[in-house]
C-alpha cells in the first residue's frame, strides 16, 4: 500500500483586488475597493454596466466597465438578470477578473483555506503531496501559505526547500500562489512527520 498522502487545498481570498487610482477629491493616487454594486443602464437596445468602485479615503466613486454599448440580444438573459440584480457572487467574480497590466493593483494575502483529503494512508504518511486549487487571485505567497497551514515557520520550510525535502512547483516558494500549485514533503524520518501531516488535512495533533 502506498504511503503518499494526497490533499487538495482550496484558496478562498478575503478581499478582492483594489487598483490606484487617480482620486478627484483627494488629487492624488488612492485604492480603491469594490462596492459590490453594479449600475446598468439602457439606451434603447444598447446596454452599459459598470462594477462600483469607491475611493477608500473619501469614498468618491469610479465605475469599472463590463459591457459597453452592447445590444441587449447579445447578453445572454441570466447575465443580464444578474447585473440588474447586483448578485453578489457575479460582483465578486467581476471584482477578481484581470486587470490590465498597467494599471497598478493591489492584491492581498488574507485566504480562507479549505481542505480535503484526496487519498489517505492507514500507515505513517511517507509523503505529502498537496494540490492547491486557486480560483480567484490573491498576493499570497507560497512559502507563507505552506508555513501557515502546516503550522511551521518559513525558515523551516526554506531549510526543507534547500535539503531537497520540499519542492513547490511551477513557481517555487517565493511566488504568489497560482492554480494548479502542486507541493510535495518528504516525511521519512521527519521528527514530526504526523503533525506535519495531520495539518495538512485541518486535523489537531
Given at each position: 500500500?502506498?504511503?503518499?498522502?494526497?490533499?487538495?487545498?482550496?484558496?478562498?481570498?478575503?478581499?478582492?483586488?483594489?487598483?490606484?487610482?487617480?482620486?478627484?477629491?483627494?488629487?492624488?493616487?488612492?485604492?480603491?475597493?469594490?462596492?459590490?454594486?453594479?449600475?446598468?443602464?439602457?439606451?434603447?437596445?444598447?446596454?452599459?454596466?459598470?462594477?462600483?468602485?469607491?475611493?477608500?479615503?473619501?469614498?468618491?466613486?469610479?465605475?469599472?466597465?463590463?459591457?459597453?454599448?452592447?445590444?441587449?440580444?447579445?447578453?445572454?438573459?441570466?447575465?443580464?438578470?444578474?447585473?440588474?440584480?447586483?448578485?453578489?457572487?457575479?460582483?465578486?467574480?467581476?471584482?477578481?477578473?484581470?486587470?490590465?497590466?498597467?494599471?497598478?493593483?493591489?492584491?492581498?494575502?488574507?485566504?480562507?483555506?479549505?481542505?480535503n483529503v484526496v487519498s489517505e494512508t492507514t500507515r505513517?504518511?511517507?509523503?505529502?503531496?498537496?494540490?492547491?486549487?486557486?480560483?480567484?487571485?490573491?498576493?499570497?505567497?507560497?512559502?507563507?501559505?505552506?508555513?501557515?497551514?502546516?503550522?511551521?515557520?518559513?525558515?523551516?520550510?526554506?531549510?526543507?526547500?534547500?535539503?531537497?525535502?520540499?519542492?513547490?512547483?511551477?513557481?517555487?516558494?517565493?511566488?504568489?500562489?497560482?492554480?494548479?500549485?502542486?507541493?510535495?514533503?518528504?516525511?521519512?524520518?521527519?521528527?514530526?512527520?504526523?503533525?506535519?501531516?495531520?495539518?495538512?488535512?485541518?486535523?489537531?495533533?
Amino acid at each position: 500500500m502506498s504511503d503518499v498522502l494526497h490533499v487538495q487545498w482550496t484558496i478562498i481570498p478575503a478581499n478582492a483586488p483594489e487598483p490606484w487610482l487617480n482620486c478627484t477629491r483627494c488629487r492624488g493616487a488612492t485604492r480603491f475597493r469594490t462596492s459590490g454594486k453594479i449600475r446598468v443602464n439602457a439606451n434603447g437596445k444598447r446596454v452599459d454596466a459598470w462594477l462600483i468602485y469607491k475611493c477608500t479615503s473619501c469614498d468618491n466613486t469610479w465605475n469599472r466597465p463590463i459591457l459597453e454599448r452592447r445590444h441587449v440580444s447579445t447578453i445572454e438573459p441570466h447575465l443580464l438578470a444578474s447585473l440588474q440584480a447586483n448578485d453578489p457572487e457575479l460582483c465578486r467574480r467581476l471584482a477578481f477578473e484581470q486587470w490590465r497590466r498597467k494599471l497598478k493593483v493591489e492584491h492581498f494575502d488574507d485566504v480562507t483555506v479549505r481542505k480535503n483529503v484526496v487519498s489517505e494512508t492507514t500507515r505513517p504518511a511517507g509523503r505529502l503531496e498537496i494540490v492547491c486549487v486557486v480560483p480567484e487571485t490573491t498576493g499570497l505567497r507560497v512559502d507563507r501559505l505552506v508555513a501557515n497551514e502546516l503550522r511551521l515557520s518559513r525558515s523551516r520550510i526554506q531549510s526543507m526547500q534547500n535539503a531537497g525535502h520540499l519542492a513547490a512547483s511551477p513557481e517555487g516558494l517565493h511566488r504568489s500562489i497560482r492554480n494548479g500549485l502542486q507541493v510535495r514533503i518528504e516525511l521519512r524520518g521527519v521528527h514530526d512527520g504526523d503533525k506535519i501531516a495531520l495539518a495538512a488535512m485541518g486535523r489537531e495533533a
